[in-house]
């Protein structure tokens, strides 16, 4: 009988259905062996060897897995896709190898992007050697965390009381944390004022311009900086007569974001869901290990730790279809929308985090999900099937409106959608400094055309300080900087909690004292 060994449980039970009565799928239930917490794991001056320790637990399971392959004719190493599963799969055929449990025995790596019959069966079919490549990139990574660590902890533990680690993601997570707090408390707010002007068409139409231009100059931000200029500015608006002096409409189009990645998924799931990294995470990698549809378990989505932006051809064609269904053939573009990732340090080759089949409609499978898993799946499925649409049209109209002096000047801005496209399905969620599309109409208007001046608005405004970090702002600012992979986000900054390095105050991360 052949031996696959996977990492979970859940995983084993469902590929052992796919692979029959020949194969004997075991878990390792992750990693198998780590190094140990004591000085000296890990000798730089030996060519940075590592000594490895199996707990007790793992004992258990490799003792299964050796006994297992005792009368195996090949050894499958089914980990997960990446180099966490590589690192696994790795240490899984050292330990046989210290227990003289490879002779005779044929190892061969096989991966699949999703947990489906035909994705394992293919994967099977077509097995590759263990990469050494993405196995060292894992051994460099795991000596300089636990060099740094061990290095920097010590210090910290000697001059800081009650801290209790240092890291090499978490620190400088922490870092981008406390400088963002350290703007907040520098930041001297600046008075400003802004004018709005009610209008009226000589057809009845009312609209609202702001004020642009006074006494001939234009108007910046902080130059109406008191109530004395916004009330000077408000008398001489309130008495002139104004005309519309120029219409400008432009079509503009607004195109579909990709579909996900681990950091966008984790973003957009903060955004509209409310959920944490870690919560984003463990909710995904339940989906991805299946669940019971139709008499039988499939994983309903591809494996959520990746930074690539791709889709399987397979996949886009059957996308495609869906949109022609639900939304009619105008809504599908002419050509299928390809998509290439712009992280600085992207590595991954996977696809990007989508519905094993795309058909599954979320209302079709809601009744075998928990609440968390089916509101993360309706995400992820719209989003996959957005990033398919057409574009959504819009037409923006710019007038400018001048008095009959021509030393006051407003504008008037507006959009009308003319064609919804993905927005019909789909919005992106926002970040604080991201400003919402203005949605505002504006009545018909002719150059030339007198208007009549119903009210004049002035506000008083402070500028306000960047701020404070959320989940979703400090991911996308961890990737935009190329720190750290985005399969450790959710874990790093529970480290940051669970430490009291910070809190969380309306889910935003304020640094602690120390």
Not at 115 to 126: D, G, Q, R, S
Not at 362 to 372: C, F, Q, R, T
């Amino acid at each position: 009988m052949d031996v696959v060994i996977v990492e979970s449980p859940a995983k084993a039970k469902t590929i052992n259905k796919y692979l029959g009565p020949g194969f004997q799928v075991l878990a390792s239930y992750g990693h198998v062996r780590d190094l140990p917490s004591k000085d000296g794991s890990v000798k730089p001056d030996e060519d940075f060897s590592m000594i490895w320790e199996v707990d007790s637990s793992s004992k258990k399971r490799m003792n299964d897995i050796a006994g297992a392959v005792k009368n195996a004719g090949t050894l499958y190493l089914a980990t997960d896709p990446d180099r966490e599963g590589e690192a696994i799969s790795w240490h899984v055929l050292e330990i046989l190898r210290s227990k003289k449990g490879l002779s005779n025995l044929d190892v061969k790596r096989v991966v699949f992007n999703e947990i489906t019959k035909a994705a394992v069966l293919e994967a099977m079919a077509n097995p590759r050697e263990l990469d050494k490549e993405l196995v060292d990139a894992y051994l460099a990574r795991r000596a300089l965390d636990y060099l740094v660590g061990f290095t920097l902890s010590p210090v910290l533990w000697r001059k800081l009381p009650g801290s209790r680690s240092a890291g090499r993601v978490q620190s400088v997570a922490l870092r981008l944390v406390s400088e963002r707090e350290l703007e907040i408390e520098k930041f001297d707010p600046r008075e400003y004022w802004t004018i709005d002007v009610g209008l009226k068409t000589p057809g009845g139409d009312t609209f609202t311009a702001s004020l642009t231009h006074f006494e001939g100059n234009k108007i910046d931000k902080f130059d109406l900086n008191n109530e004395a200029a916004a009330s000077k500015a408000r008398d001489a608006i309130e008495t002139a007569t104004y005309s519309v002096d120029t219409v400008e409409s432009k079509p503009a189009r607004r195109n579909p974001a990709a579909p996900f990645t681990t950091s966008t998924l984790q973003q957009e799931a903060a955004r509209k869901l409310g959920f944490s990294a870690t919560r984003t995470m463990q909710t995904a990698q339940r989906l991805y290990e299946g669940k019971e549809v139709d008499g039988e378990t499939a994983g309903l989505i591809t494996y959520m730790r990746t930074d690539g932006v791709q889709v399987a051809a397979e996949a886009i064609a059957v996308t495609r279809d869906v949109i022609a269904e639900q939304f009619g053939d105008s809504y599908v573009p002419e050509a299928p929308r390809i998509y290439k990732t712009k992280a600085k340090n992207a590595q991954e080759a996977h696809e990007a985090v989508r519905p094993t089949e795309l058909s599954r409609r979320p209302k079709d499978i809601a009744g075998v999900l928990e609440d968390d898993e089916r509101r993360l799946y309706e995400l992820i499925w719209k989003r996959t099937i957005a990033s398919q649409m057409e574009s959504a049209q819009i037409e923006r109209t710019t007038a400018v409106i001048n008095s009959g002096d021509g030393r006051t000047g407003l504008r008037a801005t507006g959009s009308v959608l003319k064609f919804p496209g993905f927005l019909a399905l789909y919005r992106e969620g926002l970040d604080d400094a991201d400003e919402e599309a203005d949605d505002r109409r504006l009545p018909a208007l002719a150059a030339g055309e007198a208007m009549a001046c119903e009210k004049v608005q002035s506000d008083q405004h402070f500028t306000e300080p960047p701020p404070r970090y959320s989940e979703a702002s400090l991911v996308k600012k961890m990737e935009e900087l190329g720190i750290g992979r985005p399969s450790t986000y959710a874990s790093v900054l529970d480290v940051l909690r669970d430490r009291n390095y910070v809190r969380m105050d309306r889910n935003r991360f304020i640094p602690e004292d120390k």
